[in-house]
């Protein structure tokens, strides 16, 4: 089993940042992938970037240049660090955990979820 608690969220006015951290609790190998999403009032919930336990990363087109994803494995703890944010970057961030072998950003195939955090950006 896997816990999943984000922090970090917040309003922040037009090209700012914040940073999300999402702790995860649970036996080490009980996932192999972790990763954000994002879900804004009336839209499907989007996965924004994913890193694997050797580290590699995937983002999504329109926070690439923006956001960078990293992970503490002695902490068991994925981030999010957001620049340059956008009106269009405000939604409920989640963090999600898979634990079959690939990266993906595909939400169906994660089987862990966080309750979220709320990231608001003003124009």
């Known amino acids: 089993q896997v816990q999943l608690v984000e922090s970090g969220g917040g309003s922040v006015q037009s090209g700012g940042s914040l940073r999300l951290s999402c702790e995860a609790s649970g036996h080490a190998y009980s996932f192999y992938c972790l990763a954000w999403f994002r879900q804004a009032p009336g839209k499907q919930r989007e996965g924004v970037a994913a890193?694997?336990?050797?580290?590699?990363?995937i983002l999504a087109d329109s926070v690439k240049g923006r956001f960078t994803v990293s992970q503490d494995n002695a902490k068991k703890t994925l981030y999010l660090q957001m620049n340059t944010l956008k009106p269009e970057d405000t939604a409920i961030y989640y963090c999600?955990?898979?634990?079959?072998?690939?990266?993906?950003?595909?939400?169906?195939?994660?089987?862990?979820w966080g309750q979220g955090t709320q990231v608001i950006v003003s124009s």
């Open positions: 890193m694997d336990i050797d580290g590699s990363a």
């Open positions: 999600a955990a898979k634990s079959s072998f690939g990266i993906t950003r595909h939400r169906e195939l994660y089987n862990y």
